[in-house]
């Protein structure tokens, strides 16, 4: 069975949702981070220490975009185009939220309600919403269907959808498109599974 370590809060949710949507059984082990003990565990267990990492027999992954693509390869290829441009396409939706959208709204957020009073800057907290509007409407522009990519479901709307996520959570606003978007992804029964609350142990 697959052994997935993760956090709430965190990249894990995206790795969660994916397990959810292959289907394949999991072992879910919460992390608690912020506690030493609980830390120097799971060091000894992933030398990385960060979230979230997953082992399948041999095969030993972290950085949930790679652990994704991989579980779609291996569990649910119809999630992954054969098409070689839509399948660029997924790649790129995908490096795409988590190298230009994800940095701005973790900025915007970091300046804002989650920062101490004298850590927040007015100045870049702006910034970063601005960024954020900026590529939401560049998504919103691009979104042609029901889905990021071709006319199906695909491992794109997991590794984009769980940031846009992250920037409505932060309050910056989405256009109509991206909105109904996100309400079919949210609709998915592996995305209310996935959603549950889980506990730090």
Not at 26 to 33: A, C, R
Not at 92 to 111: C, D, R, V
Not at 118 to 124: I, K, N, S, T
């Amino acid at each position: 069975m697959i052994k997935f370590f993760g956090a709430p809060m965190s990249s894990s949710g995206r790795t969660r949702w994916m397990l959810e949507e292959v289907g394949v059984p999991y072992e879910y082990t919460v992390v608690n981070l912020h506690d030493e003990e609980a830390r120097r565990r799971y060091l000894e267990i992933f030398p990385g220490g960060k979230v979230p990492y997953l082992v399948d027999g041999d095969v030993k992954l972290f950085e949930s975009m790679a652990i994704n693509f991989y579980l779609a390869e291996r569990y649910g290829p119809e999630l992954l185009p054969r098409d070689l441009e839509l399948r660029a396409q997924v790649y790129q939706w995908s490096f795409w939220s988590i190298t230009n959208l994800q940095p701005e709204a973790l900025k915007y957020m970091g300046h804002g309600a989650f920062a101490p009073d004298d850590e927040r800057g007015v100045r870049h907290k702006d910034e970063a919403r601005a960024s954020c509007r900026r590529y939401l409407d560049q998504l919103e522009t691009s979104l042609t269907g029901r889905y990021l990519v071709g006319d199906s479901f695909t491992v794109a709307d997991v590794n984009c959808g769980s940031i846009v996520n992250l920037t409505q959570r932060a309050n910056v606003g989405v256009g109509p498109k991206v909105a109904e978007w996100m309400d079919t992804l949210r609709g998915r029964p592996a995305w209310k599974r996935a959603s549950q609350e889980v506990s730090l142990r």
